[in-house]
C-alpha cells in the first residue's frame, strides 16, 4: 500500500490478514470481532466492507453453501426474505449456533413451504430470483427442484 493509502486504513493492523479473511469467507461482524480481539481496536462492519471493496475483494460463500444450496446465487437475491432463510437453512446443517428467533422463523416458513407441498426453484433472471412450485411425486425431494430440470 502507498503511504496515504496506509494513513486510510490505520486502524486495521494487519491488512494482509483481513485479505485472506474476506477471501476465506468470514463475515464482516466475524472479521470485526477477530480484530477486536487479537488487537483490541473495535471496527464496523461497514469499515471491513468499504476496505474490501477498496481493494477490488469479494467474499467466498462459505462451501457448505455450496454443499447445502445447489445453484450460485446471485447477490441480489441473497437478500431476499427466501436467500436469507436458505443461508439460514445451510447454517444450521453445518451446526452453526443461530439466535432463537431466527431458527424459528426458518421453521416455520419451512413448515408452511411443506404444507403447501411446494419446492423452491432458481431462476436468476426473474425478479427476486426464488420461486415456488409444486413437488412432483418421486422427482423433487426435499427443499428443492432439481436445478438440472
Given amino acids: 500500500m502507498t503511504s496515504p493509502e496506509a494513513s486510510r486504513w490505520r486502524k486495521i493492523k494487519n491488512p494482509e490478514e483481513m485479505t485472506q479473511q474476506i477471501l ?7 472479521i470485526a470481532r477477530m480484530h477486536q480481539q487479537k488487537f483490541g481496536i473495535t471496527l464496523s462492519r461497514a469499515a471491513i466492507e468499504y476496505f474490501a471493496r477498496a481493494n477490488g475483494l469479494k467474499r467466498r ?9 445447489p445453484w450460485y446465487i446471485k447477490s441480489q437475491h441473497s437478500s431476499t426474505q427466501t436467500g436469507q432463510r436458505l443461508m439460514t437453512w445451510s447454517k444450521l446443517i453445518a451446526g452453526e449456533e443461530l439466535p432463537p428467533l431466527v ?8 413448515i408452511a413451504r411443506l404444507q403447501a407441498g411446494s419446492v423452491i426453484h432458481y431462476d436468476p433472471r426473474v425478479e427476486g430470483g426464488f420461486i415456488f412450485v409444486k ?4 422427482k423433487d425431494r426435499g427443499m428443492f427442484r432439481d436445478p438440472d430440470d
Fill in 61 to 69: 460463500r462459505p462451501a457448505e453453501h455450496y454443499e447445502a444450496i
Fill in 135 to 138: 413437488a412432483r411425486p418421486g
Fill in 103 to 110: 431458527v424459528q422463523d426458518f421453521h416455520a416458513w419451512n
Fill in 24 to 30: 476465506d469467507g468470514y463475515t464482516y461482524a466475524e
